[in-house]
């Protein structure tokens, strides 16, 4: 009896959340496509008016009218790229929709790419790099054969920013899963892993997490990934399900879908083109495809896997890090539980609850020597605040624990510096409005701070007003790092 009333209980749990991510799904969905309707509408009605101006001036024209204005030539500022985490899209999905909410136009050069949503951290690393530099995503002969996906992959004729390097790097500013993404590109510029480029991890300049998946989450194994295993999935959960839907729109292919959001996969050629019935038959029993290879993000997420993930990651000398971790829980009487009620998106208040009382399975191997429950608590709906601040596993990077901006300026590159604020985990995306005021505060932080305070000596790469040295860096090298 016991027995049956805890499947009973689970599988009301498995449909609750199932019906509460698929209404957030659908309202995001309703939202773009109501915006694009509207936007249109607009534009029909609209009187046609003679403009001279075929659009703003590009940066050549704005240094062009500063050199007729007798101003000096002003050189450009590296780009800051947005990238996205889970299920998210970069401009030019889901019609006018912001993944950021608007964030990037707060400063005049910030890209925001569209990567894989589910894909493997891998795969979206590969991507990002041929979006900034151009040519067709190449994910590597190895990786493709080892995964049964094809090596070659998008085209992007030109590059969003082509002069790409050491002498014009970039800023990234990752959010969940996506500071991840950063890092394993960083990497991979380290290795000059890039046929034909010769790249260095000083392509880099600063990469700033926000709610960001560095050690994993337990909110994985309450999704459906096994304990213990980090790789396969429960025969029953709201992983499985999301598995069959993503296979069913792949192997339809709707051009139109497909081009409004995309899952990613294309380059496992999963469409009915490809595939015929049968190989729908094999894709959903699991026998084909990203979900039975592994060769998609969630095992990427697991702790097992996030700790095989670091363990090939460096902190690079040169590379400025900041980290927000975010929490909505508090400690009542020794137990941990969600710190509000209306703090929480309702997407996420079930999540916030499960992850304070989480405890790993007694016949499942504890993910890493030393683990404790008490140490996951804390969390975001998301993620756990321990796996936000810095890189802890397999080996813990320098870091360094921020209450107040001012005590740790000037920044020195290749620690972590990270703030703990209260907030869930899509504080920072799609939520301006309920946000508010603060959510505004934290990106123009998050921008001044790559404009202001995260540069190198040499060479200058800002405007001549910036190619100042910056003040002597403290030694840190007797002090104590690790904030625990």
């Not at 590109?185 to 960001?212: P, R």
């Amino acid at each position: 009896m016991a027995r049956l009333s805890i499947g009973i209980l689970g599988l009301t749990e498995l449909l609750v959340s199932a019906a509460v991510h698929l209404l957030f799904g659908f309202y995001i969905f309703s939202t773009a496509v109501a915006s694009d309707l509207s936007q249109a509408l607009t534009d029909c009605f609209r009187p046609n008016v003679l403009n001279l101006a075929t659009g703003d001036p590009d940066e050549g024209g704005k240094r062009q009218a500063a050199a007729l204005d007798g101003s000096p030539p002003q050189l450009p500022q590296p780009p800051i790229v947005l990238v996205h985490g889970i299920f998210g899209f970069g401009k030019g999905k889901l019609g006018g929709l912001s993944y950021f909410a608007g964030a990037e136009k707060k400063d005049d050069h910030v890209l925001v790419p569209d990567l894989g949503s589910l894909t493997s951290i891998h795969d979206r690393a590969r991507e990002l790099f041929y979006y900034l530099k151009g040519g067709q995503v190449d994910y590597g002969e190895e990786h493709s054969r080892n995964f049964g996906h094809a090596q070659l992959g998008k085209i992007y004729e030109r590059g969003h920013h082509p002069s790409w390097d050491e002498h014009h790097p970039v800023h990234f500013v990752g959010h969940s899963a996506g500071v991840q993404v950063a890092r394993v590109l960083q990497q991979m510029l380290a290795e000059k892993a890039f046929s034909g480029y010769d790249t260095s991890e000083d392509w880099v300049l600063s990469i700033t997490s926000l709610s960001g998946a560095i050690n994993g989450t337990i909110r994985t194994y309450y999704d459906g990934m096994r304990p213990g295993n980090g790789r396969t999935m429960k025969s029953i959960c709201l992983l499985q399900l999301c598995r069959i839907g993503v296979t069913l729109f792949d192997w339809f292919d709707i051009a139109w879908l497909k081009n409004y959001y995309n899952f990613g996969f294309d380059h496992f050629e999963m469409g009915w083109r490809k595939t015929g019935v049968s190989g729908l038959a094999e894709l959903l029993l699991g026998n084909t495809g990203p979900f039975a290879t592994g060769d998609w993000i969630l095992p990427d997420l697991t702790i097992e896997g996030s700790i095989k993930l670091n363990s090939g990651l460096r902190t690079f000398p040169n590379t400025f890090y900041f980290s927000y971790a975010t929490k909505r829980t508090r400690k009542i009487f020794g137990l941990t539980v969600p710190s509000t009620i209306l703090g929480v998106h309702p997407l996420l208040f079930l999540r916030v609850l499960q992850m304070c009382r989480w405890r790993f399975p007694r016949n499942a191997s504890l993910p890493y020597k030393g683990y404790r429950d008490e140490d996951w608590e804390d969390n975001d709906g998301a993620l756990n605040t321990i796996s936000m601040t810095h890189p802890r596993l397999p080996v813990e990077h320098p870091s360094l624990l921020v209450v107040d901006d001012s005590t740790c300026l000037p920044l020195q590159p290749g620690i972590w510096y990270y703030k703990i604020i209260e907030a869930d985990h899509i504080f920072f995306i799609l939520n301006r409005e309920r946000a508010g005021a603060q959510f505004d505060l934290m990106y123009d932080g998050i921008f001044q701070r790559c404009r202001k305070h995260m540069f190198r000596r040499t060479p200058a790469l800002h405007s001549e007003s910036s190619q100042l040295l910056p003040p002597k860096l403290p030694d840190y090298s007797s002090r104590r790092l690790e904030n625990k």
